[in-house]
């Protein structure tokens, strides 16, 4: 299965989810969007990722989604976020995702997120401070957000599962039914 997992990135944590996605998803291709557009016809199915900044996904998905729709609201697709409020989620994605892609979508998920403050510019974190002061009291509080990776794993095996459905055959030695991928 060729599948490309087209991302763009800010303080690192969407790279991070998409290489922990690649490992699990053998013939995957990451792609940083920041760096170019990758032709989505070439693949199978595609996933999308993108950390967020105040409730809005990167500025290079948004062209690409812009860009590519016509190809890619006919495959198989996924999208994933980054951010590190998860009560926010709904909101988030709804803002980001036109109806029509969040239900064309296998999947639509937040996989979690990091802050570290020490990352940002003073600019940014002023805003930050304005605009999400709970996300610095739990970094002082020592209750750091972080990618979750059983999410992503199960993200990454539901995905797969979906695309490219094993087969179920009864193994003979074992005496079981077992899942068995061509």
Known sequence: MNILI???????????????????????????????????????????????????????????????????KEMDKAVFICHALPEETREILRANFSLQMRNSCILVESLGGELDPSRLSAVDRLRLKARKPQLLQMVREGLVPAIDVAKALEFAKTFRDTVDPPEVVFDQKTRRLVEVRQ
Do not use: C, M
Request: no cysteine.
């Open 6 to 72: 087209a991302y763009t990135t800010g303080a690192g944590s969407t790279e991070r989810a998409a290489r922990l996605l690649q490992e699990h998803l053998p013939g995957a291709v990451r792609a940083n969007l920041a760096e170019g557009f990758p032709e989505p016809s070439g693949y199978d199915a595609v996933i999308l990722g993108s950390g967020i900044w105040f409730g809005k996904i990167g500025k290079p998905l948004r062209q690409y989604l812009t860009q590519y729709w016509e190809v890619l």
